[in-house]
């Protein structure tokens, strides 16, 4: 979405051409990462361009107070986090219901055959938001704890230990994937896929 869109669904006068200059500036330098920051934080990018779109959109609304911050990426990318943790709190409420509705078919969705493979995206799924956001910041974008801090609107005491936390958590789900139910009855030859581990 460019930023003279944004403009049209925010507004319904002229824009001061100077406000509108310099948020035109700052949606082309950051627009990108925070959609990229949208993505880490929700994990599907449609869902994350949307929200990007939203953030940037409130950003406009508010733009005098954006502007007016000591630093107003940071201010966008608590924005982009608050929106992000709403979103989890819905979709965490829509994926139980249909946990409850898809559980007797569970069964039957997995496929035995696949190896059990967990990538850093589908961990960082499993983390709490605070926890994930934490990461994302820390790792993601090389944020320093204060800065981190900023824009999740905590104690940097706070994101120390959420951070260290969540990474023991990571840790744990990379290191042990599911265990495999079916045993071999016959060990298998040597140099075979089943035996390497593969």
């Given at each position: ?23 035109h500036r700052f949606f082309q330098r950051h627009h990108r ?105 820390r790792f993601g974008f090389d944020m320093s704890e204060k ?52």
């Amino acid at each position: 979405m460019l930023p003279h869109a944004l403009w049209e669904r925010s507004h319904t006068c002229p824009p001061d051409e100077s406000a509108r200059a310099e948020f035109h500036r700052f949606f082309q330098r950051h627009h990108r990462e925070l959609a990229r920051l949208a993505f880490l934080l929700l994990g599907d990018q449609d869902g994350a361009d949307d929200l990007a779109a939203e953030a940037l959109t409130a950003a406009w609304q508010r733009w005098d107070r954006v502007r007016a911050a000591d630093q107003p990426l940071a201010y966008v990318r608590g924005m982009v986090v608050n929106m992000a943790r709403s979103r989890l709190r819905a979709l965490v409420r829509e994926r139980d219901k249909a946990a409850r509705l898809s559980a007797r078919m569970d069964d039957r969705v997995r496929d035995p055959d696949v190896p059990a493979v967990v990538d850093v995206r589908a961990a960082l799924r499993t983390l709490p938001q605070r926890k994930r956001a934490c990461v994302v910041l820390r790792f993601g974008f090389d944020m320093s704890e204060k800065d981190t801090a900023r824009v999740l609107g905590v104690a940097v005491g706070t994101v120390k230990s959420q951070t260290a936390k969540a990474v023991a958590e990571l840790a744990r789900h990379l290191a042990d994937p599911s265990p495999r139910s079916p045993t071999p009855t016959t060990p298998a030859p040597k140099g075979s896929p089943r035996s390497s581990g593969l």
